[in-house]
């Protein structure tokens, strides 16, 4: 017991020191692209994270925090710290375990399809409020992983709009983790085109209000090609320990 004791304060120092210079690739990324460093929201990817450590990183000042699992995501939610943090689901969500979120998360980062985005007004209804969500895209066209393809990303939009109880707030997007990094910039720049041309179109309950792409690994890189949101997790929290 102990030993795991010294080993969650060892994570709190690394957390602190970690989250220095997060912010600070972030910061400088941000004036690069021409904004303030003010403009860039920080999500802290908590999967497999102790809540004794996602509750320190709120207290540093992290407001918003992402859940890849729904069970894990319940599992903790009793225990969270949310009175000055937001909660987002961030992975790949199936309908039938979206009535366990619905209330509890301020966002969905993952609607990809309409039955999903259906049932998430559905249920929204229900508990008579509404939910923010933002459009998956599969920018690198990927069999394996979710989001709609690029040229039904406007029909899913049109169709998720229309829905009561559902607000859409932008895209997210995950470029192939195998690509090289001009490879990564390119589809980047892509998502940042798509999520100006339908802004520009000021479609109704559409606010492009969030770009939602860059992790660990490229965040910086995310906000030069004109992200507002990074979803971080390993960089913040060191490496992840799978227990199960």
Request: charged share 25%; glycine share 6%.
């Amino acid at each position: 017991m102990e030993k795991l004791s010294d080993e969650l304060e060892q994570r709190k120092k690394d957390l602190e020191e970690n989250l220095k210079t997060v912010r600070e690739k972030m910061a400088e990324a941000a004036v690069k692209s021409g904004r303030s460093p003010g403009e860039i929201t920080l999500l802290a990817a908590t999967k497999t994270v102790p809540v004794e450590l996602i509750n320190h990183g709120i207290s540093l000042g992290i407001d918003h925090i992402g859940e890849n699992r729904v069970q894990e995501l319940c599992e903790k939610y009793p225990e969270y710290d949310l009175s000055r943090c937001e909660l987002h689901m961030i992975g790949r969500l199936q309908t039938n375990k979206v009535k366990n979120i619905i209330g509890r998360v301020s966002m969905i980062q993952s609607v990809d399809s309409v039955k999903l985005a259906e049932t998430i007004s559905r249920l929204s209804a229900q508990k008579e409020l509404s939910t923010d969500v933002l459009i998956e895209v599969n920018i690198g066209r990927e069999a394996n992983k979710s989001g709609v393809l690029p040229e039904a990303l406007e029909e899913l939009l049109l169709q998720t709009a229309a829905m009561p109880s559902v607000r859409v707030r932008g895209l997210m997007a995950i470029p192939p983790a195998q690509a090289s990094e001009t490879e990564t910039m390119g589809y980047f720049s892509k998502m940042y085109k798509y999520f100006v041309d339908i802004k520009a179109k000021k479609l109704d309950n559409v606010n492009m209000i969030y770009l939602s792409m860059g992790m660990s690994s490229d965040y910086d890189r995310a906000i030069l090609a004109g992200a507002n949101l990074v979803r971080v997790g390993s960089a913040l929290f060191g490496a992840r320990t799978y227990t199960k």
